[in-house]
């Protein structure tokens, strides 16, 4: 479920052994038993806070999940000391035995075992037990070396400090005979010859082992250290808040304490990914440069690290495999757009509201902190740190040896063509024209790690550093038209809901009647997609195109491409973006007049006919266009339903101005020539045939 499955642990730790059991009791009749067993495996250890920041007392506790109500009759809560030298028996001594016989889950199926003195507000419908151990902290509930086990037993198992479940020393508990065990989980601080029992070890980047633990919502497996995430805890002893710079590596954003209530967070976002790369700006490195990451908004970014490796076999000293810069999150979260990018703390790029920024002095060095040439950047999940200057490929064979048990969780790289160069992490982007590309941007909503198919790059072009757009010479095959850099912003292409022409001189009663009609909020809307027939226009004064936006893409003035039968290119006089709606208005810099447009923006396409005067949108304007706006003179956008003749259409009111009258029907006069026909037949020419 989540991204540390597999991790391997940091230190050694002798797992326990099977020793023969005896012979279980007979069993009492089916049906019982089977209830029984339905009960007692529905029985887990759920969350455990033993090292409260300061004063232990009274913050310590040990919760239980499963079936509301279930009872616990015969389970017993263990904790087993692991300190090799702990005196007077070592590894194995029985610090505290909580015998659950009579009791069961709440209504909400918890169950808190805690001392007596008030802690936590636990929720009233959580069964409470108090042990009075748990009042002198530190002594039950060890911090070093401990194991903390759930266990049903036949036979009552008695609480002794001098009691020795282990006296071999051999990693393997003396249970009582028929006892079974539900559920465990432990932690080593390192010592040798210390033990952690019941074959679940949860390990952590701190230099101590974890002050609680928390068991994944929804997660039911027992004894499964995937199961649980945990860390350091941080403020004062009643604190519920986990220090995510020290924590195990699948700790979850949202992760908190939650003492007698149901366990956080409840959805588990995926793990982050890199989202775009700038290497070599057209002008000055430094300042300019910067890597982009991408996940769930307010992500915690623990125990992750960003890696760029050098790939070039001539490099000096190491060659291909040196950590040129690795950049240590520390527990830094995402923004609120979800998105964080790692740049220098001298100029660049102007980042919007909503994104984190991490700052690493090395972008600001004159050159930049990134390679030109053949080079690779991954996203690395470790307990243990990735060290910049390190040669994680010793033998230069292309397999890196990082520290054990760490992950890469995504990759992107590519090469200037040397031939014995390394490219790493499995994906290799090739600009068209060959050579190193300046930059990588991922495809939107293509979250899947670790394939080329979801990145495009290649070069940059103009000669500021802080150029945008890609040279669509020199990129990847599926590089999207007008494809730029988005820093700090979701990735080009926008994604555009819709299209709209307007007119900027359009009554605000005629734009009501264009929503009133449903074509179109702020303008009238145009079909999108390549096999969308272009739809006929026949307002004589369309200067403006509207494009409305999902998410969080910001929109450039030259993203939008608009083209015609009669004019090539159409010119822009002005661009606005606004925000709120987030909608982008493009104006012209004249009125169209009759012609045939296209426009794209990013993959999106749409086509429209702007012919003014056919207001019955059924060819050239013709006589009957001219009958239809005469019967409706005088009409305006504000009648009502009643009265005679035809009603107010929008249609008929060519200029917009959300009343019917003589200009109208000079406009339709204007269309009914012949050379308007001849234009019309020639752009018909020019752009479908």
């Known amino acids: 479920m989540q991204y540390c499955n597999g991790v391997r642990m940091s230190w050694a730790v002798r797992r326990p052994r ?118 002198v902290g530190a002594t039950a509930l060890e911090n070093g070396t401990n194991s903390f086990l759930l266990v049903r037993s036949p036979s009552k198992i008695e609480e002794g400090h001098d009691r020795d479940l282990d006296p071999e020393d051999d990693g393997t508990l003396d249970l009582p005979p028929g006892a079974t ?173 909503g994104t984190a920024a991490l700052v690493d002095a090395q972008f600001d060095l004159a050159g930049g902190g990134l390679e030109n040439g053949t080079c690779s950047f991954l996203l690395v ?6 060290v910049e200057g390190a040669d994680y490929d010793v033998n230069d064979d292309g397999v890196l040896e990082l520290p054990p048990g760490a992950i890469v969780l995504d990759a992107v790289g590519w090469s200037d063509g040397g031939p014995a160069d390394v490219v790493y992490g499995g994906v290799r982007l090739a600009p068209a024209g060959g050579g190193a590309a300046h930059a990588a941007s991922r495809l939107p909503r293509e979250d899947a790690p670790d394939g080329a198919a979801q990145w495009f790059g290649g070069g940059l072009q103009g000669t500021a550093s802080s150029g945008l757009y890609y040279d669509p010479a020199h990129v990847t095959s599926n590089a999207p038209a007008g494809a730029r850099l988005t820093p700090g912003a979701a990735n080009f292409p926008p994604r555009v809901r819709e299209f709209l022409l307007a007119g900027g001189s359009w009554a605000p009663s005629f734009v009501a009647a264009l929503a009133a009609s449903d074509l179109g909020d702020g303008g009238f809307r145009l079909p999108t997609g390549g096999e969308a027939e272009p739809v006929i226009v026949p307002w004589n004064n369309v200067n403006q195109i509207k494009a409305r936006f999902s998410g969080g893409d910001i929109p450039q003035r030259d993203d939008l491409q608009v083209r015609g039968a009669l004019l090539p290119r159409y010119e822009f006089a002005n661009f606005a973006y606004d925000p709120e709606s987030r909608t982008a208005t493009w104006t012209l810099t004249a009125p169209v007049g009759h012609d045939y447009l296209e426009l ?8 429209a006919r702007v012919a003014p005067g056919d207001v019955r949108r059924d060819g050239p304007p013709h006589a009957a266009d001219w009958a239809e706006v005469r019967a409706r003179l005088g009409r305006t956008a504000s009648d009502s339903q009643g009265g005679g003749g035809p009603r107010y259409s929008v249609f008929s009111d060519v200029d917009g101005s959300g009343a019917i009258g003589v200009v109208d029907l000079l406009s339709v006069r204007r269309g009914l020539n012949l050379r308007a026909s001849v234009l019309l037949a020639r752009a018909t020419h020019l752009l479908w045939d």
């Open 18 to 135: 099977t020793k023969p059991r005896a012979a279980a009791p007979p069993a009492r009749p089916g049906v019982q038993l089977m209830e029984e067993r339905r009960l007692f495996a529905s029985v887990l250890l759920n969350e455990i806070k033993v090292d409260p920041p300061g004063v232990h007392s009274p913050y310590e506790y040990v919760e239980l999940r499963g079936q509301p109500g279930a009872g616990l009759d015969s389970i017993y809560f263990l904790s087993v000391e692991g300190d090799g030298d702990a005196p007077p028996v070592g590894a194995g001594r029985l610090d505290m035995v909580v015998d659950l016989t009579g009791r069961s889950l709440g209504p909400n199926g918890l169950l808190v075992i805690t001392g007596t003195i008030p802690s936590h507000a636990f929720p009233a419908d959580t069964t409470v037990v108090t042990e009075p151990q748990l009042d």
């Open 181 to 353: 065990v539900l559920d465990a989980l432990g932690w080593s601080d390192g010592g040798a010859g210390d033990l952690v029992y019941g074959g679940v070890v949860l390990t952590q980047s701190a230099d101590a082992p974890p002050d609680a633990a928390t068991r994944f919502p929804g997660d039911d497996t027992p004894s499964s250290a995937g199961a649980w995430y945990n860390a350091e805890l941080t403020g004062g002893p009643e604190t519920v808040t986990y220090d995510a710079s020290r924590c195990g590596v699948n700790f979850p954003t949202g992760g908190a304490l939650s003492p007698g209530a149901a366990n956080v967070p409840l959805v588990v976002p995926p793990p982050p990914r890199l989202n775009e790369v700038v290497v070599n700006p057209p002008g000055a490195d430094d300042g300019f440069e910067y890597v982009e990451i991408e996940g769930a908004p307010g992500q915690v970014l623990a125990r992750l690290f960003l890696v760029a490796l050098e790939g070039d076999i001539t490099a000096t000293p190491g060659g291909p495999g040196r950590a040129d810069m690795v950049v240590n999150f520390g527990g830094r979260a995402l923004g609120a757009n979800g998105l964080l990018v790692v740049k220098g703390a001298v100029g660049g790029h102007a980042l919007p509201p």
């Open 381 to 386: 999940s470790s307990l243990s740190g990735v």
């Open 600 to 607: 794209q923006l990013g993959g999106l396409l749409a086509r």
